[in-house]
């Protein structure tokens, strides 16, 4: 079983910065970050493979967001630049021994970022 622990989350005005961090109790191949507003579903918002040469996010954080890896260290991070206050939700780290995994899973508790207009 893979140990997610997610933090960096916090409160910021709009068109601040935040990083988040994800520490795994183990290596992963994919490690990803999700998040879930209030009323709404869990979305996807970025992944990495395992060299960090491939990488995938959603249109909406796309060119704002940055996801990267720290395999020695076993750690996923997501810079968030440009925040907007639809970026508001908790942000979940996942990660999974397979390469590029429909489904993850293993998944962290979660981190609230809160963006204020």
């Known amino acids: 079983q893979v140990q997610l622990v997610e933090s960096g989350g916090g409160l910021v005005q709009a068109g601040g910065s935040l990083r988040l961090s994800c520490a795994a109790s183990?290596?992963?191949?994919?490690m990803g970050w999700f998040r879930q507003a209030p009323g709404k579903e869990r979305e996807f918002v970025a992944a990495?493979?395992?060299?960090?040469?491939?990488?995938d996010y959603s249109d909406s954080v796309k060119g704002r967001f940055t996801i990267s890896r720290d395999n020695a260290k076993n750690t996923v991070y997501l810079q968030m630049n440009s925040l907007k206050p639809e970026d508001t939700a908790v942000y979940y780290c996942?990660?999974?021994?397979?390469?590029?995994?429909?489904?993850?899973?293993?998944w962290g508790q979660g981190t609230q970022v809160t963006v204020s207009s």
């Open positions: 183990e290596r992963t191949l994919s």
């Open positions: 996942a990660a999974d021994r397979r390469e590029k995994p429909k489904n993850y899973n293993y």
């Open positions: 990495i493979s395992w060299s960090g040469g491939s990488t």
